[in-house]
């Protein structure tokens, strides 16, 4: 059930819910995600099971503002604060080491923590809410929120509540935010090395990490020891039902030369202008910036299964910092 996430009654109805132990589906700037109380096992038990998510894979925590990671970590390292003042509330994850006999569930088992302060009004509205003191909400206060993405495990993340509800089915109560901002799901930092280490790609850039906590983050390939699981890093990820294959443009265009009039059942996603001598090709342009094409990047995905194709072929993002988000999702939707 979708009801309108910007009408009080519906934030109500959602934090009960959720302070009840059922999930909920949640905008947030970046992707919609299937919430649960991250410090009831049970509910999030739920999340695995509605994804088919392997129950070893962590979820991030979602909490209403820097004052919740006092109930999800037991240390937060000077540079990783100085991320938390610079980036939140916003697309940003941190991996933080967790307090012992919390959120057990939510992590994995695994000694550490992934928390996040969504930026998107609802969201906060909604975190506010579970932490309220209220009575009338019913149930324990909720700290915190475990919200992977709304969606069958490594499918395409959604970006709006009708995305969500055509994935999950009408019986789960979705916040209707409208289309996500971001489109991308967080950067996410490995904070418990004593440097930043960067797992996952996002709208917030490696130089921008750099500039706020006066280090450059690592990539995990050259720290790989112990480094946490985390969520969207699996090798394949994002992944539409049509078999996407990453080209440069001059590949894409020879490659629809060659296929003539025959081409059927055939997306092409390209910055560069391309044509096709068949109408069983569906071109579609992608965007020229990043920003722009990370916020489209997912619905495009649906758009291509929705409109039955088999095969998507996409133009190789370009290998600038501004790309790595989207350049990252592509290839592990590719993988």
Not at 107 to 127: I, K
Not at 205 to 234: V, Y
Not at 312 to 327: F, L, Y
Request: a neutral charge; hydrophobic letters at 45%.
């Amino acid at each position: 059930m979708v009801v309108d996430g910007t009408l009080p009654a519906s934030i109500t109805a959602a934090a009960r819910a959720l302070r009840a132990g059922a999930l909920v589906g949640l905008p947030t700037e970046t992707v919609y995600g299937l919430a649960a109380d991250a410090g009831n096992d049970a509910a999030v038990a739920q999340i695995f099971a509605a994804k088919g998510r392997p129950s070893d894979h962590p979820l991030i925590v979602h909490v209403a503002d820097a004052s919740g990671i006092a109930h999800f970590a037991r240390e937060v390292p000077a540079f990783a604060q100085a991320l938390v003042d610079a980036f939140w509330p916003g697309p940003l994850t941190l991996i933080l080491p967790r307090l012992a006999g919390v959120a057990t569930a939510a992590t994995g088992g695994q000694g550490s923590v992934g928390l996040r302060c969504p930026a998107h009004p609802v969201a906060q509205a909604l975190l506010r809410a579970c932490a309220s003191s209220d009575p009338a909400l019913g149930g324990e206060p909720v700290w915190g929120v475990a919200a992977p993405s709304a969606n069958r495990f490594g499918r395409v993340s959604p970006t709006t509540a009708a995305h969500v509800q055509a994935e999950l089915g009408d019986a789960l109560l979705v916040l209707d935010g409208g289309a996500c901002a971001v489109g991308i799901e967080s950067t996410i930092i490995d904070c418990t090395r004593g440097v930043p280490v960067l797992l996952r790609p996002g709208a917030i850039t490696r130089d921008q990490i750099a500039a706020a906590c006066g280090l450059r983050p690592l990539s995990k390939e050259e720290l790989p020891a112990h480094t946490p699981r985390a969520s969207g890093t699996l090798l394949t990820h994002y992944a539409p039902s049509a078999k996407v294959r990453l080209m440069d443009a001059k590949a894409l265009q020879a490659g629809l030369d060659v296929l003539g009039s025959d081409a059927a059942h055939l997306a092409v996603y390209a910055r560069t202008g391309l044509h096709s001598a068949s109408s069983g090709v569906l071109l579609r342009r992608m965007p020229a910036d990043a920003a722009t094409a990370a916020t489209e990047l997912f619905a495009a995905l649906r758009s291509f299964d929705d409109a039955g194709v088999r095969l998507i072929w996409i133009e190789t993002p370009p290998d600038t910092p501004d790309w790595e988000g989207v350049r990252d999702r592509l290839q592990r939707a590719a993988a």
